[in-house]
């Protein structure tokens, strides 16, 4: 059963992404304010038609913690990264935000097109101290411009139960815009692994931590709080129900 389940998920989310991808690029031949703004609307429905099928398909449940830490004003979200289900769910509790993404990411049809259109600061990872230059001028901009940053410090997707080395640029922006950090805990790879093709149903536990104010601390010292608040977060968490 849960491989029909994973199944039909991947069928279609495939046929609602080609949909919702259409969409968007129906918008690129507005001006640039209101195709942003177009554009994110039929993103953040394509989220919501991803959720639900997390939930009907997959069994997914969701459990929110510390609700009341998500920021009214931009802010700057550092969250742990297990799975392909954060990147997604994420932008449902914290609207307007974008994420800094990889730039392979730029070439799948129709999901692609769409990131083109959402202000995403996408990076060339071997690029080295251009690629952390680019984070700190883009993310500059996209604050000022009202938008929360989405950033995975460890770059990639870690399996549970262990961490990666958290990079610096996610502080690094904080440092020099003066913006709130916002960690952030979840088990989501409890149930959805790396990479893997079947999703197991049970429930998520989603923690935001209490803003940091980076006023003061160096990059490594904002890396040196935000880690340990996930590290002892991440131990916390009630285990996966299933």
Not at 115 to 137: N, Y
Not at 178 to 198: D, K, S
Not at 226 to 238: D, F, G, K, N, S
Request: aromatic residues 10%; glycine residues 8%; hydrophobic residues 45%.
């Amino acid at each position: 059963m849960t491989a029909l389940r994973s199944a039909l998920f991947t069928l279609l989310l495939s046929v609602w992404t080609v949909i919702c991808g259409t969409l968007v690029l129906c918008t690129y031949v507005l001006p640039e304010s209101p195709r942003f703004k177009s554009c994110y609307a039929v993103c953040q429905m394509w989220r919501y038609g991803f959720m639900g099928m997390c939930y009907a398909l997959l069994g997914f449940r969701t459990q929110l913690q510390g609700r009341e830490n998500i920021s009214a004003e931009p802010a700057i979200y550092l969250a742990k990264h297990q799975s392909a289900w954060e990147t997604i769910a994420l932008q449902i509790w914290t609207p307007p935000a974008i994420f800094v993404l990889k730039r392979e990411l730029l070439r799948i049809p129709f999901f692609g097109w769409a990131l083109w259109g959402l202000r995403m600061i996408w990076i060339d990872r071997s690029a080295g101290k251009a690629a952390l230059g680019k984070i700190v001028t883009q993310g500059q901009r996209r604050l000022a411009q009202g938008l929360s940053i989405i950033i995975f410090p460890e770059g990639t997707r870690v399996a549970p139960g262990h961490m990666g080395k958290f990079k610096a640029g996610g502080a690094r922006l904080a440092v020099r815009t003066g913006a709130p950090v916002i960690p952030v805990a979840h088990n989501a790879g409890e149930l959805w692994p790396r990479n893997a093709f079947l999703k197991k149903p049970g429930t998520i536990t989603v923690r935001f931590g209490p803003a940091i104010d980076p006023t003061g601390l160096s990059d490594s010292e904002l890396n040196d709080r935000v880690e340990t608040w996930i590290r002892e977060a991440m131990r916390e968490l009630p285990p996966v129900r299933r």
